[in-house]
């Protein structure tokens, strides 16, 4: 049941919007001079399924993960939702990037899964996935604030409804452009106890504006240029200035996004040193709001 429609985003013309930008982009038509070559190979975005339904419908034929419908929110949502094999360590609401809920998302929160959580990823895009950079500005854009703190507290209140969960604080991970969005839910909600981010965008304004309880760990590939040492201290002391707790891990051998093979100086052999950085951060400060 593929559309290729926008009624479900709310924002007439959004997608057919995003094509135009990906061309114009592409064809070098928003600018002066002749046409420059595109950061990637052209391609257009994927429109993919529309919420379920009914009952929860696969993912992925190949992996675990299903898709679940947001009622609550007008028009309906979906969220991407992986449970551990045994009980849950704890919940985590993952927010996706500019990419969209993509399969290297959706692989992303499993892995959490395998680490012991039960993960609930929102679909802020609502079903569009885009295979080109050219793109991202248009949809992060494109989020209507209030629609995406909808879909993340459907998701926060799916993983609160977990019987071993049963309303515990909640650990958040989110990935580059998805920042803004996971930041402010976490400090306007006080439902979240730990909040890792992978991103430079942390620092782009979007800072505590008053004490909060949650931790934050940001976490950065030790190569990414666009975090100096200068703008990392910046940021602490954005943090310290409210008494906001905040810890930084570099990971050797990295660039920018750790967890997205298609980033620029990704590395295979620091995607699991970042994953495990954060895995022991949610999963002490989960435990500890527990009171284990």
């Known amino acids: 049941m593929d559309r290729t429609d926008d009624g479900r985003t709310g924002q007439p013309g959004l997608r057919a919007a995003l094509l135009v930008a990906v061309l114009a982009a592409a064809l070098g038509l928003g600018g002066c001079g002749g046409p420059a070559p595109p950061e990637v190979p052209m391609e257009m975005p994927s429109i993919v399924a529309s919420p379920p339904e009914d009952g929860p419908e696969p993912a992925d034929p190949d992996a675990p993960g299903a898709w679940e419908r947001v009622a609550s ?3 309906a949502g979906r969220l991407f939702v992986v449970a ?3 009980a849950p360590a704890g919940g985590i609401v993952l927010v996706h990037g500019a990419w969209g809920l993509n399969r290297h998302a959706r692989d992303l929160a499993r892995e959490l899964a395998a680490a012991g959580f039960a993960v609930a990823a929102p679909d ?3 079903g569009l996935e885009l295979t080109t950079r ?5 949809a992060l854009a494109a989020v209507v604030p209030e629609r995406a703190e ?3 507290a459907a998701a926060a209140d799916r993983l609160a409804a977990i019987e071993e969960i049963d309303g515990s604080p909640l650990g958040m991970v989110s990935l580059s452009g998805g920042a803004p969005w996971a930041f402010r839910f976490a400090e306007s909600s ?3 106890v730990a909040l890792v981010v992978d991103s430079a965008v942390l620092g782009e304004g979007v800072v505590p504006s008053r004490a909060v309880t949650f931790r934050t760990l940001l976490v950065v590939g030790e190569a990414d240029r666009s975090l100096d040492r ?3 201290e910046a940021i602490a002391q954005a943090f310290a200035a409210v008494d906001a707790p905040f810890e930084v891990a570099r990971i050797p051998g990295a660039g920018t996004d750790l967890f997205d093979p298609r980033a620029f100086g990704y590395s295979e052999v620091a995607r699991p040193l970042a994953l495990e950085r954060a895995v022991r951060f ?3 400060n989960l435990a500890g709001a527990r009171g284990e």
């Open 73 to 75: 929110v007008e028009p």
């Open 84 to 86: 551990p094999e045994g």
């Open 124 to 126: 802020l895009f609502d």
């Open 134 to 138: 050219l793109a991202h500005a248009d």
């Open 150 to 152: 909808a879909l993340l």
């Open 190 to 192: 006080g439902r979240i």
């Open 230 to 232: 200068a703008r990392l």
């Open 282 to 284: 949610l999963r002490g």
